[in-house]
């Protein structure tokens, strides 16, 4: 938002909390079966979203937890985290303030860590189908968000691959 100082030059502001949650809900798809708020704007490299809040760019998630509860203190080493893993959830009933230990935590034990999954029976039927109609083994691994080995062992039937 811009203002006008009393020299005539304008200056940027940040914006109100009801504008901020008014700029969530406008650039936000809400995804009914998970409950998560999908960002669907800037993207940072790290797969968070990113907006712009007045005066500069910050994560569009700490920007929804700010304008939803409570500003976060400058001093403090707290995070905005997702308590659905979501990198782009913005819905403000998703997210808490945590540590950095608490985050890695969470990382852990949801598996964000490890690119091998835990793949069921049904799984590894469909990927055998779609490899025999002539998908590569790195594209199957795209659709189940897993690695290129894991695919192969599925193919070549390892039972480790299921453990």
């Not at 909390?17 to 800037?42: Q, Y």
């Not at 979203?49 to 707290?78: D, F, M």
């Given at each position: 938002?811009?203002?006008?100082?009393?020299?005539?030059?304008?200056?940027?502001?940040?914006?109100?909390?009801?504008?901020?949650?008014?700029?969530?809900?406008?650039?936000?798809?809400?995804?009914?079966?998970?409950?998560?708020?999908?960002?669907?704007?800037?993207?940072?490299?790290?797969?968070?979203?990113?907006?712009?809040?007045?005066?500069?760019?910050?994560?569009?998630?700490?920007?929804?937890?700010?304008?939803?509860?409570?500003?976060?203190?400058?001093?403090?080493?707290?995070?905005?985290?997702h308590k659905c893993n979501?990198?782009?959830?913005?819905?403000?009933?998703?997210?808490?303030?945590?540590?950095?230990?608490?985050?890695?935590?969470?990382?852990?034990?949801?598996?964000?860590?490890?690119?091998?999954?835990?793949?069921?029976?049904?799984?590894?039927?469909?990927?055998?189908?779609?490899?025999?109609?002539?998908?590569?083994?790195?594209?199957?691994?795209?659709?189940?968000?897993t690695n290129h080995p894991?695919?192969?062992?599925?193919?070549?039937?390892?039972?480790?691959?299921f453990s």
């Open positions: 938002m811009l203002e006008t100082a009393r020299n005539g030059l304008r200056k940027r502001i940040e914006y109100t909390s009801e504008e901020m949650r008014c700029k969530i809900c406008n650039n936000s798809k809400k995804d009914f079966s998970t409950g998560c708020w999908n960002w669907n704007k800037a993207f940072m490299a790290v797969g968070y979203g990113l907006v712009y809040n007045g005066e500069n760019s910050v994560a569009a998630h700490k920007a929804s937890y700010e304008a939803y509860h409570e500003k976060i203190p400058k001093n403090t080493q707290a995070l905005v985290l979501n990198k782009r959830c913005v819905n403000p009933e998703h997210l808490y303030l945590g540590s950095k230990k608490s985050n890695m935590y969470d990382a852990l034990s949801s598996g964000a860590f490890s690119n091998r999954k835990v793949l069921s029976k049904e799984d590894r039927t469909e990927i055998k189908l779609l490899y025999a109609k002539g998908l590569s083994m790195r594209e199957i691994a795209k659709i189940y968000l894991q695919i192969s062992r599925v193919i070549k039937e390892n039972e480790y691959a």
